[in-house]
């Protein structure tokens, strides 16, 4: 098995007025070459934290890497110094951020934004540099002549385009897309869906794609991962985790979604709230909200274990696949 | 129809821009029955928010009429304004900047109660909005807590607890769960959908996201650039869809069933500007469908028992 990006035991916290946050606890995941892992979770799961983690973004201070690794190719990503990583962001590794509106500079034309990026990372002279940017429009949908037009005088799908194009301009061999579509319109989420998976394809590009919407992690994705309160609780193939949802926080998110095939049913929302990442249970951090919770559960964090080859979910009342068929 | 609460004809809401006018709402007509649930849904910028607004007048219609309880109310004035208030509340999508931060929540729920002169003292206010806070299922211990010590999904409730406040009648709901968790999302829905049971008030429920839509209303209307282009019994929308506009944003909803890939309705482009739209289909731009004749006006006909639609070429596209 080619695993191109592992991440092995990631805990990240942050410092805030003395106390401590505790964002990431020990997370591991694996991204296989050409395919897209899904990384499901509430808001304030750790999801961005972990992509931030990834390329080496979080503001250190309040943030702090406590351990772990992040490998890509084999290659330590933590241990490499600042110059190194400067040549991996936005060249191996390149992110999309969820808002579009805020992740473009207002006063740079959209060309010479994603030149900025090509010439950073290649020997090009300007003028190679301005075609290959305007050939970039073009591969997101957006006639090159408009190369010289401000963030502005675009759309938000636009926008959103454009980020894409700046972040696969020098052919990322990772993607890390977080909440890509969130910001968008229905109608232009699908157009922006279709769009990613086109180039996934195309530039046969790994990628890790955050998201809270199950939808879209079921039209895109080869394999899931079901984050809560920092850790992963559930992963697997989708077909593991849409056909056989088994932790009681998969199966619990899938029940809360308004279903669009079955007939005005009530909803069976999870009870509780997400905890306090200040001060996380000391056992499985679902306890509190979980139907199945036992007193060992409160007592001792469940490690993940393997259902079947490849399906792991992390609870000590769960030893089979779950027959939860997706959404129903 | 006797049962009818609100009541909506030829309603207009422009806005002068610099461009020149832009058509928000362009002659939208419809009636919500008493304890009915209106779904109202479109992308953003199609005018869905103006629409509730302007119909409890926290905007001042432009042309057309609205009626409550068949009584004209598209133009009052003060004292009347105030009297309608009680009738018809609202309740906004971002529970972060629709409370006041410097209000305890408890003080926040009886704002309206003291405006409406109802109660005569402080206890009789007190016991009202603990009612009212015990019936969207806030704890008594987080009543004197500020804003900022609740969560998206608690704040909600606040919010819900307010306008409840009166009894009021009619109740616009303005994407009240697109800022929460699924999780989160789920109980609030519940919650509406109990209270109306209990109290049958009715709501114009605004939305993007046609799940919700489809799980809580009767009846619904679908806006494009200011106009409906469809409106049915919400059954009927979802078993015979038939404006390409409905389909295509039906289509574009990512499926959570991966062994039935749905069949994408690919738009182009994007939605065009309400700013001076051109007579004839305002979606026709887009429309994988449309002809010549699309750029002739299109009126609202029914086409079976409630089910209306805004199209030319429906008979040639069928279902």
Do not use: W
Request: hydrophobic share 40%; glycine share 8%.
């Amino acid at each position: 098995m080619s695993d191109f990006l592992k991440v092995k035991d990631l805990e990240v916290i942050y410092t805030q007025a003395g106390r401590t946050v505790h964002a990431v606890n020990g997370v591991s995941l694996e991204v296989r070459k050409g395919h897209t892992l899904g990384l499901v979770g509430e808001t304030g799961a750790g999801k961005t934290t972990i992509a931030k983690a990834i390329l080496r973004i979080l503001p250190d201070p309040p943030a702090k890497i406590k351990r772990g690794e992040i490998l890509l190719d084999g290659e330590d990503l933590l241990k490499k110094p600042e110059s190194e990583m400067l040549q991996v962001r936005g060249g191996k590794i390149a992110m999309i951020f969820q808002d579009p509106m805020t992740a473009l500079n207002p006063l740079m034309t959209v060309g010479d934004q994603i030149l900025e990026v090509l010439t950073l990372h290649n020997d090009y002279d300007i003028k190679t540099g301005m075609k290959k940017a305007g050939e970039m429009l073009e591969t997101v949908g957006i006639p090159a002549e408009r190369y010289g037009e401000y963030p502005h005088q675009f759309s938000g799908g636009m926008k959103q385009r454009v980020v894409i194009a700046m972040a696969l301009a020098c052919n990322p061999e990772l993607l890390l897309a977080d909440e890509p579509t969130t910001a968008l319109d229905v109608t232009i989420q699908a157009q922006v869906l279709d769009l990613i998976n086109e180039l996934k394809e195309k530039f046969q590009t790994s990628m890790i794609l955050i998201t809270h919407d199950l939808g879209v992690i079921a039209q895109t994705c080869e394999n899931v991962a079901v984050i809560y309160a920092g850790s992963i609780v559930e992963s697997g193939t989708r077909e593991d985790i849409f056909d056989h949802p088994t932790h009681p926080y998969t199966i619990g998110l899938f029940e809360s979604l308004p279903n669009m095939t079955a007939e005005g049913e009530k909803l069976k929302p999870i009870a509780g709230m997400p905890p306090d990442p200040t001060d996380l249970p000391e056992g499985c951090a679902f306890a509190p909200r979980c139907p199945y919770a036992t007193e060992e559960c409160r007592r001792r964090k469940p490690e993940m274990k393997e259902l079947s080859p490849g399906h792991l979910c992390a609870c000590f009342n769960r030893n089979e696949p779950g027959t939860l068929k997706g959404g129903a | 129809m006797a049962n009818e609460l609100i009541r909506v004809e030829h309603l207009k809401k422009y806005f002068k821009v610099p461009a020149g006018t832009n058509h928000a709402v362009d002659d939208v007509s419809f009636t919500i029955a008493r304890g009915e649930t209106l779904g109202v849904v479109g992308e953003s910028g199609c005018g869905k928010s103006t629409l509730g607004r302007t119909i409890i007048h926290l905007l001042e219609s432009t042309d057309g009429k609205i009626f409550l309880n068949d009584k004209d109310i598209t133009h009052v004035n003060k004292a009347e304004l105030k009297a309608l208030r009680e009738k018809m509340q609202i309740v906004f999508q971002d529970p972060y900047s629709s409370l006041n931060p410097r209000l305890r929540i408890e003080n926040t729920v009886i704002e309206p109660l003291k405006m409406s002169g109802r109660f005569h003292s402080k206890a009789e206010l007190k016991a009202e909005a603990n009612k009212l806070m015990e019936l969207v299922g806030i704890d008594e211990r987080l009543r004197e807590a500020y804003p900022h010590e609740l969560d998206g999904g608690r704040r909600q409730r606040v919010c819900i607890a307010r306008a409840l406040a009166l009894n009021p009648e009619f109740i616009v709901c303005d994407e009240p769960v697109s800022a929460l968790d699924v999780s989160i999302q789920a109980a609030v829905l519940n919650l509406l959908q109990e209270l109306q049971q209990k109290m049958g008030m009715a709501y114009m429920f605004v939305t993007h996201d046609l799940s919700v839509v489809k799980h809580i209303s009767d009846n619904i209307c679908v806006m494009y650039l200011g106009q409906l282009v469809e409106k049915a019994p919400t059954k009927e929308l979802f078993a015979h869809t038939l404006h390409p506009y409905t389909k295509a944003l039906l289509s574009a909803i990512p499926s959570t069933d991966i062994h039935h890939p749905m069949q994408r309705i690919r738009l182009k482009g994007e939605i065009t500007s309400p700013i001076n739209p051109k007579p004839g289909c305002r979606f026709a731009a887009r429309c994988p469908y449309a002809t010549e004749a699309c750029q002739q006006p299109q009126k609202l006909e029914e086409v079976s028992a409630g089910h209306f639609v805004s199209c030319c070429r429906i008979h040639e596209i069928g279902e």
